[in-house]
């Protein structure tokens, strides 16, 4: 198992259409359309404990929705990711992140296994 895994997760937003020119903005304040950006669309890859890699691409490739959905700040539309084993985002995850985060060090309070309490 990866410590980090990414399956296809795909990002739709929902957002509105703008206009390029003057009237077209105005518009938009009264008319909008809605559009659906598809943000990713098909990443997969497994990464293992200690290993390095530098994560590039052009503007608009989904890097930061990537990341954002990495550390739990955005949720996949479908697919799949996890990190250490939790769903980032999910009641595990938080769990575990404040097991880490307070003094208690006792991963069995949480139900968690030791191997997953690296830090002291
Ligand atoms: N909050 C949002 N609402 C609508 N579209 C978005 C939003 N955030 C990102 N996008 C769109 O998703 C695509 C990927 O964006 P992003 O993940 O920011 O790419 P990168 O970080 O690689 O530049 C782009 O087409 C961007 O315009
Ligand atoms: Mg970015």
Do not use: C, Q
């Amino acid at each position: 198992m990866g410590i980090i895994e990414i399956e296809n997760p795909k990002k739709v937003y929902t957002t509105y259409e703008r206009g390029s020119s003057f009237f077209d903005t105005l518009k938009s304040l009264f008319v909008r359309k809605k559009i659906e950006v598809h943000a990713l669309k098909g990443i997969s890859l497994e990464i293992e404990e200690g290993e390095l890699l530098g994560f590039i691409g052009p503007n608009g490739a989904g890097k930061s929705t990537t990341l954002k959905i990495l550390t739990g700040v955005l949720h996949p539309t479908s697919g799949h990711v996890s990190v250490m084993g939790f769903v980032p985002g999910s009641s595990e995850a938080h769990t575990w992140e404040t097991s880490v985060l307070s003094s208690d060090r006792n991963p069995s309070s949480y139900g968690i296994s030791r191997h997953w309490i690296p830090l002291r």
